[in-house]
């Protein structure tokens, strides 16, 4: 069993933005940031997301990922993603990570808890943490898949 807690955030929407992951397994603990020069919050929530589950070494492990992003969450929880894919994200925005997020969830079992943000969930807390501190970081890198224009409603 996995257990991931991830965050994203962005100074600005869209602006300086990172995540911040924290992947743990029994005794095993590892965290993961990155900062970006340009993109919005939720890119970024789902980026965590992804980079966390593709940091996962073996296929079919069974995954719990903490969020704080309905955005993330709901789309998987409840079903939402899946009609989007159907449709090839057709008005959608961020198919780029939305298809790389495809891709990694279905190489694991993986649930979703929502959270509620900068409340008194530890781990989702210092996820944030990182996060701002890898927007305000330098080592910034360029979203490619950021589009002006996509930000959030």
């Not at 992947?23 to 939720?42: D, M, V, W």
């Not at 961020?94 to 649930?111: E, G, M, Q, S, T």
């Not at 900068?118 to 589009?147: F, R, T």
Request: overall charge positive; hydrophobic content about 35%; aromatic content about 10%.
């Amino acid at each position: 069993m996995i257990t991931i807690y991830t965050d994203g955030a962005s100074r600005g929407n869209p602006g300086p933005g990172g995540f911040g992951a924290v992947l743990i397994s029994g005794k095993h603990r590892k965290e993961i940031s990155q900062g970006y020069r340009l993109t919005t919050n939720n890119r970024m929530e789902l980026l965590s997301v992804i980079v966390a589950l593709e940091a996962l070494k073996t296929e079919g492990q069974h995954v719990t990922v903490y969020s704080d992003s309905q955005y993330v969450v709901y789309a998987v929880e409840k079903g939402w993603v899946f009609g989007w894919e159907k449709k090839n994200f057709a008005k959608k925005k961020n198919p780029d990570l939305w298809i790389r997020f495809l891709r990694a969830y279905r190489r694991h079992k993986v649930k979703f808890v929502w959270v509620r943000g900068h409340a008194s969930n530890k781990e989702n807390n210092h996820c944030d943490e990182l996060a701002v501190a890898a927007a305000l970081g330098g080592h910034l890198l360029i979203d490619e898949g950021y589009k002006p224009g996509e930000e959030e409603e």
